[in-house]
């Protein structure tokens, strides 16, 4: 039987550094799953399709079934674990933007980064940005809805800054 070679992997997790030991072929998504125990990001398609495992990496949404962990060496990865008391959040939850929930990581990551990235997000960026991501339970309203809250909360503060 051969042996498969790992290697050791310093990744910055939500905050924090981990040593980790695995093969340069596991993807991110089995690295947090398996070895860290962040079951936040879901296996779904496991062909980049669906986005349940969608995390952050340098901020930018990334499915992480189709990246290898070893590839996210020395960049900051936030799983949805790290996301804790955020707005996009508290909005998923006013506007019951989910249903079983399997899917909600996935598109929190993603709809959070689309709030920092643009802040007066138009309904056509909204719908681009939440194309990448698949829900069959709900309707896609709730979720459009939850991040314009966010954006109106956002734009506000912006107006509120500026005098």
Known sequence: MEQTTKCEMLLTVNGEQHSVIARPADTLLFVLRTILGLTGAKPGCLNGDCGACTVLVNDVPIKSCMILAIETVEKKITTIEGLKHTPIQQAFVEHFAFQCGYCTP??????????KKHPLASDEIIQEWL???ICRCTSYKEIEEAVKTVLANNSASLNDNHF
């Open 131 to 133: 194309q990448s991501n």
């Open 106 to 115: 996935g598109f929190i990551m993603n709809a959070h980064a689309l709030t």
